[in-house]
């Protein structure tokens, strides 16, 4: 019996199809597993290197507009171009704030932090400092614009101033001509004096109307200061000239009075101007630091993109080498996928089910081929055990059929169609062999006697008892003894010589006087007795059965004849 738990084949299959089911979910969770890690790599890559580098790049690029804006703020004309000026610039600013707020939230290295933390400090302080650059610049240019209005009061001041003088001078020419033609000589000399004295006039004020020209010009505080006092110098020396005039010299002081209230006194030109210029420079003081600010912004954003390129470069190669442990990993998995495949296949299918069937198709044929001693295939298959238990029946039934069919039903030897089955295969077995093969043919003394007297009963017990003695006398396996026919049976000798063949005949004739089997009408001390024919074939012989039986029968014949209770022999093949 199976010791083992009987399976169904059924529940087996589909055990081993969940096995495999399961290992290939097992293998496609981990590869997805796997390939949802990269993927979380790249998107990290990609959303925080990526990001980090346009935003320093755009960072970048705003630090050298707000260079560029700071510049252009140096100069500027108009209260538009200001106001344009300073809110891109605050744009900007803003913009430099935004992205810088936005590295910060990217990086993670507290270097980094700690330098962005300082970058935004300085960021905040430059746009604190933009109210004041609005009120300086607005200053400046008010200044500007109220010095350049005086500028072209002077410039019509200027024209208007000489060519007043050089009519006065014109009139003191034609006052000459008149008085030269009166020979008046005090007139000439107070005339001619009053030439130069206006002469002198014109060229002070031509000089000072030519300084005041050039302050729009000036573009320092002590260049200012040094045109300022030469124009005071040359308004003292024209006002030094005025009372030396001999005619009405209100024009002259009038002319002194307008000069001077753009000189001295409030918002006078040197004082605007002034103002302007310093509102100017302090302003461009502050443009230059933010200019510089934003230099070193730009200047740490390039250090920054080179920090953040090392990083994609080494995240690069990460994800590289993560990409080639993964292929890696992946292919150990299917070879391990394959491996429980063929390790599910060769336990389920090829040792659990193949080889029983094959062991169990060997047994069928075994027993097709009447060797009905075979071992039955031992299996744990529910299905196959009930085919095997089957097959068992089957094969104790061929077992009875195979018995039925060789065997003498009286007595248990072997049948008539037996023995000339084996005689045939034993003849060709011994001439394959080059061994000879005898046969000893026996029949009972006067049966027909015996069973008158005594019965056909007891002449069945009586057949029965002389197969069971000659059963006794046989040594080996390979000899056999079947009832030939009647009372007629037949012993069939492999490898044996006529000799010991004789031997065994003998043997059996005595041993069945030795049952001393009561037979009254025997000639024979009263007991049943056998004759016996032998012969024997040899390899030389040719291979003929029924001759050779014909010459056991003969020999059986000869030991009737001769008497009974005797063995013949006939070598004659
Ligand atoms: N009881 C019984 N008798 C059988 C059986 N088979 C054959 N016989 C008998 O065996 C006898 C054989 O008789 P015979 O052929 O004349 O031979 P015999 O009387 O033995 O004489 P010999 O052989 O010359 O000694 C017959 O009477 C058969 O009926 C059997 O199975 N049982």
């Keep these: ?33 796997l390939s949802q890690e990269l993927r979380t790599e790249i998107e990290q890559l990609v959303s925080t290197e990526v990001v980090k580098v346009t935003t320093a790049l755009q960072l970048a690029k705003n630090s050298e507009r707000l260079q560029i804006i700071t510049t ?54 430059f746009q604190q400092q933009l109210p004041l650059l609005d009120k300086l610049t607005d200053s400046a240019l008010q200044a500007k614009i109220q010095a350049q209005n005086i500028q072209t009061n002077l410039t019509g001041m200027s024209s208007a101033f000489s060519d007043e003088m050089q009519m006065l001078l014109d009139q003191t020419h034609k006052r000459y001509s008149l008085l030269f033609a009166q020979k008046n000589l005090n007139g000439i000399t107070e005339n001619l004096s009053e030439h130069q ?28 200061n040094r045109l300022q006092r030469e124009a005071m110098r040359l ?48 302003a ?31 995240a690069g190669s990460n994800l590289k080498s993560d990409s080639t442990s993964f ?91 037996y023995l000339d089955t084996q005689i045939q295969k034993e003849l060709s077995y011994a001439n ?24 056909h009963v007891v002449g069945d017990q009586c057949l029965r008892q002389i197969v069971n003695a000659a059963k006794s006398i046989l040594q080996r396996p390979t000899d056999i003894l079947a009832r030939y026919g009647g009372e007629e049976f037949m012993l069939l000798l492999p490898s044996s010589h006529l000799e010991d063949a004789y031997k065994i005949a003998e043997r059996l004739r005595k041993t069945i006087i030795d049952l001393r089997i009561p037979h009254q009408n025997s000639a024979h001390f009263g007991i049943v007795t056998i004759s016996l024919g032998v012969a024997c074939w040899q390899p030389s012989q040719a291979l003929d059965v029924n001759k050779l039986i014909s010459l056991a029968d ?7 004849q001769a008497g009974r209770n005797r063995t013949e022999v006939l070598d004659k093949a």
């Design 327 to 417: 292929v890696i990993l992946i292919f150990c998995g299917g070879i391990l996928y394959c491996f429980f495949i063929w390790l599910t296949s060769w336990h389920f299918i090829a040792k659990g089910i193949i080889k029983p069937v094959i062991a169990t198709r060997d047994a069928m044929n075994a027993i097709a081929n009447e060797k009905l001693d075979t071992q039955m295939p031992i299996t744990d298959n529910l299905e196959l055990q009930q085919m095997v238990s089957s097959l068992e029946t089957l094969k104790t039934y061929a077992a009875q059929v195979k018995a039925m069919a060789e065997t003498d039903g009286l007595t248990g030897c072997y049948n008539r169609r």
């Design 235 to 282: 308004l003292i020396q024209m006002e030094d000239v005025v009372p030396t005039m001999r005619s009405n010299n209100t024009i002259y002081l009038n002319w002194l009075s307008q000069i001077k209230q753009n000189m001295v006194g409030n918002d006078n030109l040197f004082e605007l101007s002034r103002n302007a210029l310093k509102s100017t420079q302090i």
């Design 432 to 455: 394959d062999h080059n061994m000879p093969l005898s046969l000893v043919m026996f029949d009972l003394d006067n049966f027909k006697q015996f069973n008158d007297q005594y019965g």
């Design 554 to 560: 003969e020999a059986l014949y000869s030991a009737k």
């Design 72 to 125: 252009e703020l140096n100069h500027y004309d108009t209260e538009e171009q200001r106001q344009s000026l300073l809110k891109e610039l605050t744009i900007q600013w803003e913009h430099l704030l935004k992205d810088t707020k936005v590295l910060y939230t990217l990086e993670t290295t507290p270097n980094m932090h700690q330098a962005l933390n300082s970058t935004i400090d300085t960021q905040l302080y």
């Design 1 to 33: 019996m199976n010791p083992k738990r009987l399976t169904s084949l059924k529940h087996k299959i589909t055990l081993a199809f969940y096995i495999i089911l399961g290992m290939a979910l097992l293998n496609g969770v981990i590869a997805i597993l």
């Design 197 to 224: 004295t206006l002469s002198e006039y014109l060229h002070l004020g031509e000089h000072l109307f030519v300084l005041l020209d050039e302050v729009k010009n000036t573009s320092s505080i002590v260049a200012l």
């Design 284 to 314: 461009n003081a502050h443009f230059s630091y933010q200019a510089n600010a934003a230099r070193e912004i730009a200047q740490f954003t390039q250090e920054l993109v080179n920090h953040v390129e090392e990083e994609i470069q080494l």
